[in-house]
């Protein structure tokens, strides 16, 4: 016999996965479009007002850099409109990382075809208009220095920041520990019995209380001795009971995040108040927030950034030392960048649009979640639903009548960027 439930989590009902930076980024993305596309302008008509086939080209090149960022921004726009669609089942969020595979596949292909022209030209080399192509690559540096900056301000080249904190003890295992080793954010209490620490752990497991002591007295504080209350900024409290855990004591149940609070500790001897705090984020702890879409657009014109530099070199080179086979070099070496751009990109978008495993601190954090509890999992899957989002769905055995889908919702809501879950509850 089974119980099952399907709730979203973070957005109530709804199957909202957008990104926090959503409707910002879809502005920006716009705002670039709209300078490629005057510069694409300004370009053919002087061109052709003025006789320069370099120019007519080179606004032509720029035709197709709007193209790119236009996929980009269509993507953004449907995704916001939709995000309330139900035919979408798990809402539109991945419709991002789908604009940025195409992206990835066009970038390659621009990619090919640089590495095609360079190769050409190594074995049949043209005459350069040097006075003509030098200012329009200066020209198409300035355009795409002029969009990255208006891109910029998110992180799209890299890992975003996900949500881990430096309160907990750096050590695997929950069983064994030498009571010396601390991490940042514990906190220290003197009483008469000894001095006690209390930390935030949460290595691989949903965020508990410890509390330890080198003394031999205050180690043997029993858990009827020991509460703690935390108390935070909207006035909200909660209080928390202990179990042993061999050399220290541990929280019975998770605490919530934010991990922002007093707390009151009640021992023996009275009641301590230490204070915690967020801390800095741990790389290895990330909740994916990346905007693949984003970093697609913001990839294509550091691209062409690069693509121009080496063009300007190459030209520079080759005008000065009549070195005609470093326009071709340089755009070889341009050719190979984007390719490398677009590998990653392809990647990363493919993985997600696959429903590849995202993220395995996650996965284990939801494990643990259900370990903690005592009950069996027997089927576990977490995805990306979309930037800073995770679905889950999980099937596990149990014979505690309160163990049902509410329980676990309950427990799991406390896992940043888990989204969406669906729950199966089996009894044995």
């Not at 909207?234 to 928390?240: P, V």
């Not at 080759?318 to 470093?326: E, N, P, T, Y």
């Not at 009548?401 to 199966?424: C, D, M, N, W």
Request: aromatic fraction near 8%; charge should be negative; charged fraction near 20%.
């Amino acid at each position: 016999m089974s119980d099952s439930h399907d709730t979203a989590l973070a957005s109530g009902h709804t199957h909202i996965f957008l990104g926090a930076g959503h409707e910002k980024n879809e502005r920006k993305t716009w705002g670039v479009i709209a300078l490629c596309s005057a510069m694409m302008i300004a370009e053919i008509v002087g061109g052709s007002m003025f006789g320069s086939l370099a120019l007519v080209a080179d606004g032509l090149h720029m035709s197709t850099h709007a193209g790119a960022m236009l996929i980009a921004a269509l993507a953004y726009t449907y995704a916001r409109k939709h995000a309330n669609d139900p035919r979408f089942v798990f809402g539109t969020g991945k419709l991002g990382d789908l604009a940025g595979f195409t992206s990835a596949i066009i970038l390659a292909m621009i990619a090919m075809l640089i590495g095609y022209e360079a190769i050409a030209r190594f074995m049949s080399p043209v005459a350069i208009h040097f006075n003509q192509a030098i200012p329009i690559a200066v020209l198409g540096l300035i355009v795409n220095i002029v969009s990255a900056w208006l891109l910029s301000g998110d992180d799209h080249h890299g890992h975003s920041h996900g949500h881990s904190h430096g309160h907990g003890h750096a050590h695997d295992g929950h069983e064994e520990h030498n009571g010396h080793d601390h991490d940042e954010g514990a906190q220290t209490i003197e009483t008469a019995a000894g001095r006690f620490s209390i930390s935030i752990f949460e290595n691989g497991v949903p965020p508990v209380f410890r509390i330890e002591s080198d003394s031999a007295d205050a180690a043997a504080l029993s858990m009827q001795d020991l509460i703690v209350t935390t108390i935070r900024p909207d006035g909200s409290r909660q209080t928390f009971t202990f179990a042993r855990k061999s050399a220290f004591l541990e929280s019975t149940s998770q605490i919530p995040e934010p991990h922002a609070f007093k707390a009151v500790v009640k021992l023996p001897d009275g009641e301590h108040s230490v204070a915690f705090e967020e801390h800095a984020h741990d790389s290895e702890d990330h909740v994916d927030a990346r905007d693949h879409n984003m970093r697609a657009a913001y990839i294509h014109v550091i691209a062409d950034a690069a693509v121009s530099v080496l063009a300007i070199i190459g030209l520079l080179l080759a005008k000065l030392f009549g070195w005609l086979w470093m326009d071709p070099l340089a755009g070889m070496v341009g050719a190979l960048v984007i390719a490398n751009w677009s590998y990653g990109l392809v990647r990363d978008t493919g993985g997600i649009l696959m429903d590849m495993r995202p993220n395995e601190k996650m996965l284990e954090k939801v494990r643990a979640t259900v370990e903690m509890a005592g009950d069996k999992l027997i089927d576990l899957h977490v995805w990306r639903l979309g930037p800073g989002h995770f679905g889950a769905v999980i099937s596990v055995v149990t014979d505690e009548p309160q163990h049902g889908p509410a329980f676990y919702h309950a427990a799991l809501r406390q896992l940043k960027g888990l989204s969406h879950i669906t729950v199966e509850v089996i009894a044995p």
